[in-house]
């Protein structure tokens, strides 16, 4: 069983998402001109997959 998060900033769901904001950020700094948007994607998918999961858990618990 997994230690409950104390702070937002533990949440895997934050780190991801944080991380995907910050390659966005690049990007668009780069006026889409230098960007690799296949690092992009896989961190889309990624965070999706997170969002998912953490929303079939918070729905199927039973607090």
Same mark, same amino acid.
């Given at each position: 069983?997994? %230690?409950?998060? *104390?702070?937002?900033? &533990?949440?895997?769901?934050?780190? *991801? ?5 910050? &390659? #966005?950020?690049? %990007? !668009?700094?780069?006026?889409? &001109?230098?960007?690799?948007? +296949?690092?992009?994607?896989? !961190? #889309?998918?990624?965070? +999706? *997959?997170?969002? &998912?999961?953490? +929303?079939?858990? #918070? !729905?199927? +618990?039973?607090?």
């Amino acid at each position: 069983m997994r %230690i409950p998060a *104390k702070r937002f900033e &533990e949440l895997v769901v934050w780190q *991801k998402a944080h991380q995907f904001v910050l &390659e #966005i950020y690049l %990007i !668009l700094a780069n006026d889409l &001109e230098y960007g690799d948007v +296949s690092n992009l994607n896989l !961190l #889309i998918e990624e965070v +999706s *997959k997170l969002l &998912e999961a953490y +929303s079939h858990a #918070i !729905l199927n +618990s039973d607090s």
